[in-house]
C-alpha cells in the first residue's frame, strides 16, 4: 500500500464555510405543554438555510449553492438531511432545536 493512500485515509477532508444568511428568532420550537418532551430533533443551521433558499425562497439548488458558497450535491444532502429530521419531529411530536455547527474560524489574512 502506497503511503501516499494511508495519509489520504487518515485526513478528513478540511469542511468548507458555508454562508448563511438567516437567522431565526428562536433556536427552539416543540409541541407546548408536553410534561415529559422527547429528545429533541437537532437541526444544523446550513440544513436551515438550505431549507429557506429553495423551499421558501424558489430558488433551484444550484443558485442556493452560490449563495451558500458550497456545491449543488451538498445542497441537496442537506434538503434531504434537513427535510428528513423536521417531518420526523412532526410526526412523532419531537422538538426542534437549531444548533449551529461549530466550524472553523476562518483564516486572518
Do not use: H
Not at 422527547?38 to 436551515?48: F, K, S, W
Not at 433558499?53 to 449543488?72: F, H, T, Y
Not at 434538503?79 to 461549530?102: H, M, N, W
Amino acid at each position: 500500500m502506497c503511503i501516499c493512500t494511508e495519509w489520504r485515509r487518515a485526513m478528513p477532508r478540511r469542511r468548507k464555510w458555508r454562508r448563511c444568511a438567516c437567522r431565526p428568532r428562536a433556536n427552539w420550537f416543540g409541541p407546548a405543554m408536553i410534561p415529559e418532551p422527547p429528545p429533541p430533533v437537532n437541526l444544523g443551521l446550513d440544513e436551515l438555510e438550505a431549507m429557506r433558499l429553495v423551499d421558501l425562497l424558489g430558488k433551484d439548488q444550484a443558485a442556493a449553492g452560490e449563495e451558500m458558497g458550497i456545491s449543488r450535491g451538498t445542497v441537496q444532502r442537506l434538503l434531504y438531511a434537513g427535510r428528513a429530521k423536521v417531518t420526523l419531529a412532526l410526526l412523532e411530536g419531537r422538538p426542534i432545536r437549531i444548533v449551529r455547527e461549530a466550524l472553523p474560524l476562518p483564516r486572518q489574512v
